[in-house]
C-alpha cells in the first residue's frame, strides 16, 4: 500500500480557499508545540503574535507602513506572473527608483524649491525602475534571454551603484563620512496622514494600486490579455494576443510600482537615502504575491499579514523575550505548509495498492 | 471542552497580567541591538554589559533587548515599541542608530536614551563611546613589532573618524618602531558579516600582510590569520580561541561598568544628558591579555598601556604630519584635541592610499 500524490483533472475551487486556512491552522498548532518546548506560554505568544498588534492604533500603523511596500511590489510582480513573466529583481527596481527621486530631492536640497518636488520625484522614480525593468524584459523578447536570471542579477547592480552614489557623489558633507545623503528637506519628504505616527500618504497609494489592479485584471481586455496569455500560451497566440509586447508591459509596470515603492520608503519612513533602506521588500514581495494567490485584495491581506507577523514577532521579543530567530522559523514554517497545502489544489492524496494494475494506468 | 478551554485561556492571560503589575515597579531598561547576541563581537560585548547590569541591580530593575535590528527604517520602530513597552531607560548601540533615536527622543521626552558612538544628543538623549585608539595605538607598537614583512593588513568598516583614527593611531605607533612600515587597509562596508571578513583577511594576507587587524566584528579574520599561520589583533571581545596561537591582544569593550553608573544615576533621579567618551583610564574599554610575542614585545605593550592610562602618552602627540605633507594644526597643546578626533578625516603621512571620498 502507498500514499501517492494525484494530479487532479481541474483546480479544487473549495480547496483553494480552504488551503491557506489550513497552512495557517497548521502553522499554528506548531508554534504551540514549539512555545511550549521553549517553556514560553503558547496562548500568551500567540497573543503577542497576532491578537496585541492589532489592538493599538500606534501598531496598526506600524502595520500598514510595513506592508505598503510589499502590496506595492507585489501587486506588480502578481501582473508579471499572471503574465507568465519572470520578474525576480523588483528588489533593484526598488533601488533604482529610489535612486532616481532621491536625485531631485539631493540636487534640490537646500534651495527653495517649490512643492513640485515630491510629486516630481515619484514620477521619476516610477519612470526609472520601470526603464530599468525593461532592460530583462527587453533582453528577453529580443535575445531569449532567461530574464528570471537577468533580472536577478541586475538587483546586485543596482545595489552597487546605490553604495556607490551614497559613499560618493551625495554623501551628506556634514555626515562624517557615513554614507548616507543628507536628511530631505520637508518639500521632498512624504507627507504623514497622522501627526506624530509614521502612517504616510504611501499607504493610499498603495490602496489606490490594489483597486487599479482590481479593476485592470477584472474588469478589462488587458487584463484579460494578461489572464489568458499566462493561463493558455496557445489559445492566447490564436487570439492574436501578443505575448512579447505583454511581456514588456507587464515588466515595466512592475519596475514603475517597485520604483514608486523604493522613493516612497526613502522619502517616507526613512528620510534620507542610504544602504540597506530595503530589507529584502523585493524578495518578501515575491511570497507576499503568491501568498496572496496573485490576486490584488489577497496581496493586499497576504501584505498585511506578513507585516503583523514582523511587528507581532518584535512584541513578543518584548514582551514575552522569544528570540527573533523564533519569528524567523515561524514565517518559514508558514511558507512551507502554503506551498504544502497548495499541491493539495493541483493534486490529491491517494492509496495505491502494488497488486492492481490501476496504479501503473493512472499516470 | 470549548468552555474549559476558554477558562484556561482566561486563566493564562490572567496570570500574564497579574506578572506584569509586579514587574512594572521595577525600572525598565531597553537595549537595540545591530547583530545577533552571538555574533562574538560588538553585540556579544553589549550583551554582557547588560548581563553585568542584571547581576548587580537585578532586583531593581528589569531588561528587555532587541537583537538584529537594522540601521535602516526598521530602527525607529524597534526603539519606540521598547518605548511603548514602559522602558525608562533605552540604550541603543550603534552608531547608525543615531537619527532614529533621535527621532524618538523628541517624541518621548520623558523616556532617557543612550545613543553609542554617535554625536547628536538631546536633553533626554546621551552618547557614550570609548577612546579605542589608545588600544590601537598599543596594537600598532606590537605590530611593527612584530610583522617580519612590514606590512600591515588593515579590515576597515565605514571611512566615519572612529575608524580613520584608529587607523592613524596604529600608524603612528608603528613609525616610531619601523619607520617604513606600510599598512594596506581594505574596506568592507559593513560592521558584521563573516564571508566578507574573512575574504578581506584572505586578500590582505596575500598581499604581504602578516599582521591583520580589523574593525569589523566577526571573529572570521582571526580565523583566518590562524589558519594561514600570520598573526592579528582580536575585535571588540576576547578571540583567542579562534586563534590561539595567532591573537596578540584584543581590544574589549567592556560596557558593564557605564551600564551601571548610568542605570543607578536613573534609578536615583540624577540622571542626566551627558556626552562621555572614556579611555583606559575610565575602563571603558580593556586590553586583552598580551599573548603570542616575546617578552620584550609584552613589556613594552604594558609600559605603554601603563603610559597612556596614567595620561603620560597621548596617541596622537603632536606634531603630527597629514598625508598631504603639511603638518595638522594643533588645536590641544601638545595633541590634537578631542575635537580633531572625533571628526577625524585625514590619513597621516606613511599611509599609501587614499581616504574614500577625499
Not at chain 2, 228 to 250: H, N, V, Y
Request: proline share 5%; hydrophobic share 50%.
Amino acid at each position: 500500500m502507498q500514499l501517492v500524490l494525484e494530479k487532479r483533472a481541474e483546480r479544487s475551487g473549495a480547496i483553494a480557499l480552504v488551503s491557506p486556512m489550513i497552512a495557517i491552522g497548521l502553522t499554528i498548532v506548531t508554534m504551540v508545540i514549539l512555545f511550549a518546548i521553549l517553556g514560553k506560554n503558547p496562548l500568551l505568544a500567540l497573543h503577542a503574535y497576532f491578537i496585541a498588534p492589532l489592538t493599538d492604533g500606534y501598531s496598526l500603523q506600524e502595520i500598514a507602513v510595513k506592508a505598503t511596500p510589499l502590496v506595492m511590489i507585489a501587486i506588480g510582480l502578481s501582473l508579471c506572473y499572471l503574465a507568465n513573466a519572470w520578474n525576480i529583481g523588483a528588489e533593484g527596481q526598488f533601488l533604482i527608483g529610489a535612486v532616481a527621486g532621491s536625485w531631485i530631492a539631493v540636487k534640490t536640497q537646500g534651495t527653495d524649491a517649490g512643492a513640485w518636488v515630491l510629486p516630481a520625484m515619484l514620477v521619476l522614480a516610477a519612470a526609472a525602475g520601470a526603464l530599468y525593468a525593461l532592460i530583462p524584459a527587453i533582453c528577453k523578447v529580443k535575445f531569449g534571454a532567461s530574464e528570471i536570471l537577468t533580472s536577478l542579477m541586475l538587483v546586485y547592480v543596482a545595489e552597487l551603484f546605490l553604495d556607490y552614489l551614497v559613499r560618493g557623489p551625495w554623501r551628506d558633507p556634514h555626515g562624517f563620512n557615513f554614507p548616507t545623503t543628507a536628511e530631505f528637506d520637508p518639500v521632498a519628504t512624504v507627507p504623514l496622514l497622522i501627526e506624530g505616527g509614521r502612517l504616510h500618504l504611501g499607504s493610499i497609494i498603495a490602496l489606490l494600486v490594489v483597486a487599479a489592479a482590481a479593476i485592470l485584471l477584472g474588469r478589462s481586455i488587458k487584463g484579460f490579455e494578461i489572464r489568458v496569455v499566462g493561463a493558455a500560451p496557445r489559445a492566447a497566440r490564436f487570439g492574436g494576443f501578443n505575448a512579447n509586447q505583454l511581456i514588456i508591459l507587464t515588466f515595466a509596470v512592475s519596475g514603475a510600482l517597485a520604483g514608486l515603492a523604493g522613493i516612497i520608503e526613502v522619502a517616507g519612513p526613512v528620510g534620507h537615502l542610504q544602504p540597506g533602506i530595503s530589507p529584502g521588500y523585493g524578495f518578501t514581495a515575491i511570497i507576499v504575491a503568491f501568498l496572496g494567490r496573485l490576486n490584488p485584495l489577497g496581496i493586499l491581506i497576504a501584505g498585511l499579514f506578513l507585516a503583523l507577523t514582523f511587528i507581532g514577532g518584535e512584541q513578543a521579543q518584548i514582551a514575552m523575550k522569544i528570540p527573533l530567530d523564533v519569528t524567523k522559523v515561524f514565517q518559514g514554517i508558514l511558507l512551507f505548509y502554503v506551498l504544502a497545502c497548495d499541491s493539495l489544489i493541483l493534486y490529491r492524496f491517494k492509496l495505491v495498492f502494488p497488486n492492481r494494475q490501476v496504479a501503473h494506468g493512472a499516470g | 471542552m470549548r468552555k474549559s478551554l476558554l477558562a484556561l485561556a482566561a486563566g493564562l492571560l490572567l496570570a500574564g497580567s497579574i506578572s506584569a503589575a509586579s514587574a512594572a515597579d521595577k525600572l525598565k531598561v531597553g537595549f537595540i541591538y545591530l547583530g545577533p547576541i552571538g555574533d562574538l563581537g560588538w553585540t556579544y560585548q553589549h550583551d554582557l554589559g547588560r548581563q553585568a547590569l542584571v547581576k548587580e541591580l537585578g532586583d531593581k530593575i528589569e531588561t528587555t533587548y532587541l537583537e538584529n535590528v537594522p540601521e535602516g527604517p526598521d530602527a525607529e520602530r524597534s526603539i519606540e515599541q521598547l518605548v511603548r513597552a514602559g522602558n525608562k531607560l533605552i540604550f541603543t548601540t550603534s552608531f547608525g542608530y543615531m537619527d532614529p533615536t533621535l527621532k524618538v527622543a523628541k517624541k518621548y521626552p520623558n523616556v532617557h536614551f543612550e545613543h553609542a558612538t554617535g554625536y547628536k544628543r538631546n536633553p533626554n538623549m546621551s552618547t557614550y563611546s570609548a577612546k579605542w585608539y589608545q588600544g590601537r595605538y598599543i596594537q600598532g607598537l606590537i605590530a611593527a613589532k612584530m610583522s617580519k614583512s612590514g606590512v600591515l593588513g588593515y579590515i576597515g568598516s565605514f571611512p566615519i573618524p572612529e575608524v580613520v583614527s584608529g587607523i592613524n593611531a596604529t600608524v603612528l605607533a608603528a613609525q616610531t618602531i619601523n619607520p617604513n612600515i606600510k599598512v594596506k587597509i581594505i574596506w568592507a562596508n559593513t560592521w558584521f558579516d563573516p564571508g566578507k571578513e574573512a575574504d578581506a583577511a584572505k586578500a590582505l594576507i596575500d598581499q604581504g600582510a602578516d599582521v591583520i587587524m580589523q574593525h569589523t566584528d566577526s571573529p572570521a579574520a582571526m580565523q583566518i590569520a590562524s589558519e594561514r599561520g600570520k598573526l592579528a589583533f582580536g575585535q571588540d571581545s576576547e578571540m583567542i580561541k579562534f586563534g590561539p596561537k595567532s591573537q596578540l591582544t584584543s581590544i574589549l569593550d567592556t560596557w558593564g561598568p557605564y551600564y551601571i553608573e548610568r542605570v543607578k544615576a536613573e534609578l536615583a533621579g540624577t540622571w542626566k544628558s551627558e556626552d562621555t567618551w572614556g579611555g583606559l583610564d575610565s575602563h571603558m574599554f580593556a586590553m586583552a591579555p598580551y599573548t603570542n610575542m616575546p617578552d620584550d614585545v609584552k613589556k613594552m605593550a604594558e609600559d605603554a598601556q601603563a603610559a597612556i592610562t596614567a595620561g603620560k602618552l597621548h596617541p596622537f602627540k603632536c606634531p603630527i604630519v597629514g598625508q598631504d605633507g603639511k603638518p595638522v594644526e594643533c588645536k590641544g597643546g601638545d595633541h590634537l584635541d578631542d575635537g580633531q578626533i572625533l571628526g577625524m578625516n585625514f590619513y597621516v603621512k606613511g599611509i599609501d592610499d587614499k581616504l574614500p571620498g577625499k
